[in-house]
Structure formats: C-alpha cells, structure tokens
Antibody, heavy 121, light 106 residues
C-alpha cells in the first residue's frame, strides 16, 4: 500500500535552514504521472501548498515562497527532500508530503502523518 | 490567486442528519478542478472527493460532491459519529489553494 513519512528537526532557530525528508513506499516516482508535493499547516489553519516535484524532475514552487524553497528527489531511495531557508517563527507548522497520481489533477490522494516544526530561538 | 471561501465556519448537527457544506471560488474553476478533504484532530487530511464529484478510493457513498464554476457543495447524508471533523476544499485550476475549512460538530 501507499505510505509516506516525513522526517526532520522538530525545532529550528530563526534564520536557519530547514531540511525535511519524505520517505515513501507503494509507488515509484519514476512512473509517468507521479508527483510528490510538500504542504504545511499552521496550528488551527488551512493547509498551504509549498512545492512539487514530478516524475520527470520538473519542479514547481509556491509563488510567495519560491526564493526560499528547493525540492529534490532520490528515486533509488524513494525519497523527496525539501529545504527552506531563512526560517522565521511564522513558518511554525506541521509539514506534510503528499502524493499526486492523477496527471490531470493536482489533488493529493495520500498524505504522510506530518511533522511539526517549531521555529524559535 | 484563487480564493476559496467555505461556509458555514461551524456546522452543528446530530448523527443521522444531513450535512451540506459550501465552497465558493473567487473565479470560475476550469474543468471542475475541486477536491474535498476530511481532517480529524492530530491527523493528516484525507481525500474524499476530486474533480468536484468523483469519490476517492474507499470513500463511503454517504459523501457526495456537486457544483461547477464557482459554487461547490459537499453533502454528507446520514451523519455517522466518525464524520464529525474539519472539512477543507482545495482548487487545482490555478496552482493549488485551500479554503479555510468548515468544522462539523456534534
């Protein structure tokens, strides 16, 4: 079955760079049409889409966060990595990775459990 | 950016009743590119509906989606205790944005 799991630091200091890893199973990111996105959700708020990487290594970023985000994949390890630079307390949120398998639909059919990242000195 | 407005903010109903949740887009969505998710406390969102009306794998037929253009509805017939949660709509017509959510409470 399809599973995804996020890992990374629970606490980062302001101005630091956050690196999160999404480890997945049950599908291959080398299969045409497969994509993995990163999203975040501040406590009590709606999810926000951050970035996406496609089976062909195309990458897409949120317009508002584009300058701070980098997404990459290691297909052999079934991993996707997100880095976010210059972290701020406003970036405190639960960060999720999610699969997108419909080539004509950017919706998220499987999600990881999420990892809470707190930004504080 | 397409803004999604969900109403009501909170919906108070009893098990066995019918729930109607609304999602309005600030501009028309092409090809009915709208999805609905359910989120329970401490859990990730779960996909319920995509393409406005298609049920995701394993989702009960008590959940149905409808609408087109700018106005969309999620209907839950005969509420079960496990249905009380927060529901989000998400558009994927132009990038990807979420509504602010509707809390369905007992």
């Amino acid at each position: 079955q399809v599973t995804l799991k996020e890992s990374g630091p629970a606490l980062v200091k302001p101005t630091q760079t956050l690196t999160l890893t999404c480890s997945f199973s049950g599908f291959s990111l080398s299969t045409r049409g497969m994509r993995v996105s990163w999203l975040r959700q501040p406590p009590g708020k709606a999810p926000e889409w951050l970035a996406r990487i496609d089976w062909d290594d195309d990458k897409f970023y949120s317009t508002s966060l584009r300058t701070r985000l980098t997404v990459s994949k290691d297909t052999s390890k079934n991993e996707v990595v997100l880095t976010m630079t210059n972290m701020d307390p406003a970036d405190t949120a639960t960060y999720y990775c999610a699969r997108m398998a419909d080539i004509i639909g950017d919706y998220f059919d499987y999600w990881g459990q999420g990892t809470l990242v707190t930004v504080s000195s | 950016e397409i803004v999604l407005t969900q109403s009501p903010g909170t919906l108070s109903l009893s098990p066995g009743e019918r729930a109607t949740l609304s999602c309005r887009a600030s501009q028309s969505l092409s090809s009915d590119h709208l999805a609905w998710y359910q989120q329970k406390p401490g859990q990730a969102p779960r996909l319920l509906i995509y393409a406005a009306s298609a049920r995701a794998t394993g989702i009960s037929d008590r959940f149905s989606g409808s609408g087109s253009g700018t106005d969309f509805t999620l209907t839950i017939s005969r509420l079960e205790p496990e249905d009380f949660a927060v529901y989000f709509c998400q558009q994927y017509s132009d990038s990807r944005t979420f509504g602010q959510g509707t809390r369905l409470e007992i």
